[in-house]
């Protein structure tokens, strides 16, 4: 009788675990390639206790942005090098803000939800800068439980154009610890 309790007892444990998703902010770089557009104020992974950790950046915004805004990402695996994960997609920001039409982007910004000023529709003129902050991996891992990715490495490159030239970019390392 015992015995059978205990053994419950470790499956409904194995079974919560089994649900949990776990990722690792690994590492983080912010670039601009404008600096009279944007210049980086902060980029960093914080740190939590060892299983807790988030990312942060900040990039000053020099000018108003009314429209033509671009947006590109690129999610990556190393094996070998890195290496596409899935296809690179390219937004119309604008656009999509009106109607959301891209999926891929529409699940990346539901991520960022609450950590950002980001999410709202054109044109960027009153703030003074873009952030997003405190975005913890175990919000991440609950948000992406769903998906299919296996344990491994991967980068989320993510890059924004203004009038079709890049102005700044940001690489997102993670791990996915468990599955
Ligand atoms: C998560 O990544 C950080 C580096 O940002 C590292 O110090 C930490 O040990 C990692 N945690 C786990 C559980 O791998
Ligand atoms: C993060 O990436 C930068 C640039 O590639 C590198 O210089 C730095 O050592 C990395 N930090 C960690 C903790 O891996
Ligand atoms: C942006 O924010 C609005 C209101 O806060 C929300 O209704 C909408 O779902 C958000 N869109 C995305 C893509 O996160
Ligand atoms: C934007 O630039 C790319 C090359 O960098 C070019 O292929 C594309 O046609 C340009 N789009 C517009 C709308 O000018």
């Known amino acids: ?9 470790i499956c409904l444990l194995n079974i919560n675990y089994a649900n949990l998703k776990l990722i690792n902010f690994t ?5 601009t390639m404008d600096t009279t557009i944007s210049t980086i104020e902060y980029c960093y992974i914080g740190h939590v206790n060892e299983l807790k950790n988030y990312m942060s950046l900040r990039y000053a915004l020099r000018k108003p942005i009314i429209k033509d805004i671009g947006f590109h990402l690129q999610l990556m695996i190393r094996s070998n090098g890195w290496k596409p994960f899935l296809y690179g997609i390219d937004i119309d920001m604008c656009r999509f803000w009106k109607s959301n039409y891209n999926a891929i ?5 539901s991520l960022l939800e609450g950590h950002t000023n980001i999410n709202h529709s054109c044109p ?3 703030e003074k800068y873009i952030f997003i902050d405190n975005l913890m991996n175990t919000d991440i891992s609950r948000k992406i439980r769903g998906l299919p990715f ?3 490495l991967y980068a989320l490159n993510v890059e924004w154009s203004w009038k079709n030239i890049s102005r700044v970019r940001a690489k997102i390392y993670f791990e996915v610890l468990k599955v």
């Open 105 to 109: 982007a529409k699940l990346v910004f």
């Open 27 to 31: 590492n983080i770089t912010c670039e």
């Open 150 to 152: 296996g344990k491994g």
């Open 1 to 9: 009788m015992q015995l059978t309790c205990l053994l419950q007892i």
């Open 124 to 126: 960027y003129k009153d």
